[in-house]
C-alpha cells in the first residue's frame, strides 16, 4: 500500500506515465498536423469543413483506440480484477449503441435532447441487464456462467439481426446527430469527447479498484469461497462489477455508432467480447495499463498491416488476407512469453529484480567491522 | 459457564446415498474450547460445513445464540459473530498478508460499498488487521504475499483473518494440519492466547492428541456420522469404546507424539 497523497506534485510524480501519454494524446491532432502539414480541423470547402487529411484520419484510428480501449478495460474490470469470465460482452456494447441510435432516429426529438435521453436511458439500460443477467446466471460457476453470458449475448444479435423495425442486418444510419458531436462535421471535437470518455473510463476503474469494493472484487478473483468466509455476500459485489462494466462498456458502444454513423447487428457480434478479451490477456489481465497497451497496439498493427503486401518476386502476398493468421500466431507467442501478459509480465520481473536488489544491498554485518572503539 | 452459544438439533446430511453426517447433536457452551476428534471420514468437516453455513444440512437445525441459523447463508453467519477457519489451507493467494487479514476487518465494517475512497484510508482496519497479525506473530511479514509464506504461517494467517473479524466463536477446522512437529506448541500457544483473550468460544477438529487434550474443556467423538461419545478430556481418554474405535486406530497413525 502507498503512503497517503498530500500534494499535486506527488501525485503527478507517481503518476507520470500516464500523465505524459493523455498530454501527448490531447497535442496528438495537433503534431499529426504539423508532421503532415495538415489542419486537425479538415479542409474549408465553401462555408463547411470536410473532413480530409492525414490529421483527420489518424484522428480516427485513435479514437477507434479509445472506444476498443474503453470496452477492453471495461472487460478487464470483469475478468481481470473480479475473476469473472463473461463471453457476453457485446451485449453491453450492441446495447448501448442500439439504445442511443433508436433514440436519435426513431423518436423525432429535438437531436440534443434525444442524445442526452439515449445516453442515459442506453448506460441504465446496461446496467441494468447487467444486473438481470447477473443475477439469473451468477449462480452458475465458471464455465457454466460462460456459456450463458455468450448465449444471451448470441441471441440478441439474432434478435436484431431479424428485427424489422431497425431494417433487420442491414441496420440504420444515423442522420441526425447534434453538429458539434458529429464526426463528420468535426472529426476534432469528437476526438477530444472520446479521448474524455476514454480518460474518465481508466480513473474510474483506478478509482474503484483501489477502494473498499474493489478489494472485495480481487478477493473474490483469489478466493470466492474465502471471502464469503470471511463475511462478503460476493454475488453482490459480482453483480455490481458485471453492472458497472456493462455500463462502461455499453458508452464505448455509444461512441463506435457515433463515429461510423451507423447502427447494425455487428456491434453485437462476438468480435466485440473476443477483441477485449485478446486485448486484456495481451496487455495484462488485471492491471490498470495492460488493456490500453493491447487495445492500441492490437488496432494499430491492424491499421499498418491492413493495405500492406509484401512482394517477393513473383508473387505479391496482401497481408489483410494473413491478418487473421498472424494475429493468432502472434497471440500464442505472447501468451507463451508473456504469460501475464507485457503489463504483468514486465511487472512480475521488476519485482523479481527488485527483490534480488534488496538482497544484495541488505548489507553483510562481518564485512563491516567496527572502527570506532 | 452452563449458557449454550451454539447449538446443533439432529444434524442430518445426506450426499446422494452417503450419509456423511447421521443424527448429530452438539451443545456448545460460551467462553469453553470444545473439540470435536474421530477417525477419518467420521463427518468432522461435513459437520463443520453444516454449523458454518456452506452446507444446507438435509435435515436437522443449526442455533446460534437462541437464533435459527439455519438458512442462513455463510457470509451473514459471519456478521452474526461466526469465524470459520479451514482444513486446507484458504487464503487470498496473491494479495498481501495485511490485504488478507484487512479485508476480514473490512468485511465486518460499514464501508464496504465505499467504491470511490482508497481502501487504504481506512485507518481502523489497517489498525484491526496489524492488531491480529501481532497476535499470530506474522507482524513482520505484512507486506509479503501471502502465497510466499510457508505452511505454518499460513496455517498462522488463517487464524489472523479470523481474528480480525473478532467473532464470538471460531470454528478452527485442523489449526494443525499439515505443521511440522516443532511448530505445533506455538501454534498451542496462539490458540491460549487467543482464549485468555476473554469471551472466545472455539470449536475445534483436531487430530493431534497432543492438542486436544491440552486445550480442550470439552471433547466430542464422532463416529461414522454420530456422535459416540462427550466429555471432559480425561473422560474420554478413558472411555473404553473411544479407546477401541478411535485412540486404537490413532496410535497407529505415524508422526503422532506421545
Redesign the interface.
Known sequence: ??P?RNSLMQTLRENWLPAAVMLFLILFPFIVGALTDSSPMGVARGDRMVMRGESVRWQSVLIEVFILGILAMSYNLIFGFTGVISFGHALFFGLGGYILGMFLEYTGMDTGLAMVLGVVVGVAAAGIVGLIVGFVSLRLRGVYFTIFTLAVAEMCYIFFSRWQVTNAEDGFTIGSLPAWLDPTQSRLNFYYIALALFAFTYLFIR??V???????F??IR??E??????????LNYKL?SIALAGMLAASAGMLQVILNKKVGPEVLGVSYTVDPLLMTIIGGIGTFNGPILGSAGLHLLDVFFRDATITIGETSIQIANLWGLLLGSGFILVVIIFPLGIIGTWQRWRLKARGRIAKAARPDPSMNPKTEP | MTEAILEARHLRKEFGGLVAVADVSIVITRGTTHSIIGPNGAGKTTLFNLL?G?YHPTRGQVILNGEDITNT????R??KGMG?S?QIT???????V??NV???A???GK????????????KTYIQRAEEALDIVGLAPMAYSPANVLPHGGKRKLELA?ILA?DPEILLLDEPTAGMASEQVPELIETIGAIRRKGGKTIVMVEHNMNVVMNISDRITVMHQGEVLSEGRPDQISNDKTVQSVYLGELYDLPGRQQ
Open positions: 500500500m502507498t497517503p478509482r474503484l483501489n477502494s473498499p469494493t474493489g478489494a472485495v480481487k478477493a483469489e478466493n469461497d474465502r471471502a464469503q468466509a470471511v463475511g462478503f455476500n460476493t455490481i | 458454518n456452506k447463508p455463510v457470509y451473514r459471519v456478521h470459520r479451514f484458504n487464503i487470498f493467494p496473491n494479495l498481501t495485511l490485504e484487512r479485508l476480514a473490512q468485511a465486518l464501508s464496504n460499498y465505499r467504491f470511490l475512497r482508497r481502501a487504504d484510508s481506512f483473518i473479524g
